[in-house]
Every structure is written in C-alpha cells, then in structure tokens.
C-alpha cells in the first residue's frame, strides 16, 4: 500500500531559523508520538533557480528571509487524519501555535496532502 504525504513550504526569517529548528524538533517529536512515520523540515540551501519558479517566489519570501521545504509520511490519508487529530489537541501543539515567538506569517505557507505514486 502506498503511503500518504503532508507537505508545506514557509518563508521563515534567515536570521531565526535555529529558533525555527527547536520548534520543528519539539513538533516533530509530537508528530511521531502520535503514529506519523517521518518528519522532515529543512532549510534553503540553493533556492535560486533559473527557468522554473523558485520555491521562494511561491511563498512570497521577502529580502532576509529564506524558506523551509517539509513533509510527513503516514501510512495512508485515514492515518494522517487520526494522527493530525491527536496532534491538533496535544496541548504542547496548541501552546506551540499561541506562543508564536517568530511572527511567522502562515498565510504565505503552502500546504497539501499527497497520496504516493512512486
């Protein structure tokens, strides 16, 4: 069986993106506790491209900011909505969402679910 991808892309500022890292870390743990199998955030290394659209230009990055590309595996949609359920009520999630210390403007993320092909 194939399995299920969440994936979003946000702009987040350069010159916070260690603290952006300890928050991903703690989210990623609260992901895993709760079934997903992966969890990966990273940062942009080599986002100037020439001839495609940068993932910078999708998210509206602006001058000092760069963007990090992330996914999570489930084993399928059902499980990535039984997971996500858990993790939206888990209170380190909640308190995580309301103390939002980086200003992050999550109306630039983009977002989406994806059933595996290969």
């Not at 998210?59 to 059902?78: H, L, M, N, P, W």
């Not at 209170?91 to 993320?109: F, Q, S, V, W």
Request: glycine share 8%; aromatic share 10%.
């Amino acid at each position: 069986m194939s399995k299920y991808i969440d994936g979003f892309v946000l702009p987040v500022p350069a010159d916070q993106i260690e603290d952006y890292r300890k928050i991903a870390e703690m989210a990623g743990a609260v992901w895993k506790e709760h079934g997903a199998l992966e969890y990966i955030e990273a940062a942009g290394d080599d986002l100037e491209v020439e001839h495609q659209k940068p993932f910078t230009k999708m998210v509206g990055a602006k001058q000092g900011e760069t963007v990090v590309f992330a996914y999570i595996i489930f084993d399928s949609r059902e499980h990535r909505d039984e997971v996500n359920a858990k993790v939206m009520e888990d209170p380190r999630i909640k308190e995580m969402c309301e103390e939002d210390k980086l200003g992050l403007n999550y109306k630039r993320m983009a977002y989406g679910g994806f059933r595996q092909i290969v």
